[in-house]
């Protein structure tokens, strides 16, 4: 599936609308895009932008109806059962790419002085960012130089002249280990912007895979086919061969330049100033682009717009296969709601079946790849309690949680610098939360929990419409 069978599947389902009507770059794309998202509106189809020929898509992941199409589940599944699937498909084997010798993404090859990156129709979207950000579902696809490990991460990206693209690389991300290593050799990273083809690149390439694990993989198990690439002649790397736009060079491991602020997923603009915070770049030497090509954008900002959605999609998804993959018995289900950021906080429902066997899970969890990174909080609650069902943990925490007994912090673990709950010079450590609200296993004398009497409950619904309603 490529972006443009994604866009015709949702508008056979009734989950894209095309906008007509002439629209601005410069934030009122991203203010229809922002107000559509909140509304949990369609995905939109921007056809006409002021002084541009080249469409806009957003808003593509807004709703769980669209991210199942993204992947092919039943259009009714919900963000969980979604989730679980993933987890399904990733804990089989990976499925590595199949090289292909071109595609269409060779539509169009634009090299050197020939770059103009403002040729693009590329948002601005809130008032105090620091520019026009083309990488929003953008991937970087980097290669560590030391072995054949290929990475995609989404990272944003800003135009910062004609051919030249900042990327907030985040340390310890997969491309920051690669960069290091370039820096190591005193080397420039081949690196590539990859825009559109397989809506799983933007899926995948946002979602906290295992170091030395290629996104690729991942995304060649959730299709159940290996995803295509071709290798380039000009940094050999493996990119794809459908993609919309391919925007490709190298970043030097030691420069930086201005980039930023932005406004950011937290619903706050980035933080430090850019001045305090310069970025790595993209010297864009290649664009690739197909015929008619589509820029596709999210807006980030406030929860809930699809970037919160697919955070949530894909934390749970690897948090819960990290579990499988512990072998942590009794996992019922695992949610890390779109409300939290799709990241600050997550829930595991358990079938407990030893003393302390809440507390293997709550300690796991935030050992997993996910949980170790930017997790407030985790919730575990009993197997007859849904992690998605708000109202059922919200019971659990009021009537099976004593937080003195029952709750463990953990004072220093790894976190964002884009946390505004942290200082703004001490972003990259903060506490966790473990709160237990499972009924201990080893209590002898449980609460007597209220059940309907089944043959009275049945004979009520029988009669049901006899009582007037
Ligand atoms: C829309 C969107 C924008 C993101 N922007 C950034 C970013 O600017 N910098 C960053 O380090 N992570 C960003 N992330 C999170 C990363 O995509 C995520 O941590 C991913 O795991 C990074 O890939 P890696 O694990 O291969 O490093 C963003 C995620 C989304 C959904």
């Known amino acids: 599936m490529d972006l443009r069978d994604f866009i015709k599947l949702c508008e056979e389902a009734g989950e894209l609308k095309r906008i007509e009507k002439e629209v601005d770059w410069d934030l009122e794309l991203s203010h229809i895009a ?36 993204a992947l092919g589940q039943p259009q009714t599944a919900s963000l969980c059962e979604i989730a679980k699937s993933w987890m399904k498909a990733t804990t089989k084997k990976l499925i590595p790419p199949e090289v292909v010798s071109t595609g269409p993404v060779f539509d169009n090859v634009v090299e050197g002085d020939k770059i103009n990156l403002f040729d693009l129709p590329v948002p601005k979207f809130y008032p105090m960012d620091g520019g026009r950000f083309i990488g929003t579902t953008a991937a970087l696809v980097t290669k ?35 960069m290091n290593r370039y820096k190591e050799l005193g080397k420039p990273m081949p690196a590539a912007a990859i825009i559109g083809g397989d809506p799983l690149n933007f899926l ?24 295509k690439v071709f290798i380039s002649d000009l940094t050999g790397l493996p990119l794809p061969y459908d993609c919309e736009i391919i925007l ?3 970043i030097d491991p030691v420069e930086r330049r201005q980039e930023g602020p932005f406004g950011e997923y937290t619903g706050y603009y980035s933080g430090k100033k850019s001045d305090e915070w310069p970025k790595p770049f993209i010297n864009v030497k290649r664009v690739y682009f ?16 699809d970037t919160h959605m697919i955070q949530s999609l894909n934390r749970t998804a690897t948090m819960w296969t990290d579990l499988e993959n512990m072998h942590i018995p009794g996992i019922k289900s695992v949610y890390l709601p779109p409300e939290s950021g799709g990241r600050f906080w997550g829930i595991v429902s358990v079938k407990q079946m030893y003393p302390g066997h809440s507390m293997h899970v709550g300690t796991a969890v935030i050992s997993t790849t996910t949980g170790h990174y930017g997790l407030k909080g985790v919730i575990v609650v009993d197997d007859d309690i849904p992690a998605d069902d708000w109202t059922k943990v919200f019971w659990a925490m009021s009537m099976r949680y004593d937080p003195v007994a029952r709750t463990q912090i953990i004072n220093r673990g790894r976190s964002t610098p884009l946390d505004p709950a942290l200082p703004i010079n001490a972003r990259e450590i903060c506490s966790r939360i473990i709160i237990d609200a499972c009924i201990p296993y080893e209590w002898d004398r449980k609460p007597l929990e209220i059940q309907l009497d089944t043959e009275m409950a049945d004979k009520v619904r029988s009669k049901w419409q006899e009582y007037g309603f």
Do not use: C
């Open 290 to 305: 197909r015929n008619n090509p589509i820029l596709w954008s999210t807006t980030v900002g406030k929860p809930i717009t």
């Open 144 to 178: 560590d130089p030391d072995s054949d490990w290929v990475n995609l991460g989404t990272y944003r990206m800003q135009v910062l002249d004609e051919n030249s693209v900042g990327v907030q690389i985040i340390k310890g991300k997969h491309a920051d280990f690669h």
């Open 248 to 250: 490709e060079g190298e």
């Open 34 to 69: 922002k107000l559509n998202e909140e509304e949990k509106g369609p995905a939109l189809f921007f056809q006409n932008i002021k002084g541009y020929n080249t469409p806009v898509l957003t808003s593509a992941f807004t709703t769980n109806k669209r991210l199942a199409i």
């Open 204 to 227: 995948v390439g946002s979602t906290l895979v295992s170091a030395g694990v290629s996104e690729y993989e991942i995304i060649g198990s959730l299709r159940d086919e290996p995803a």
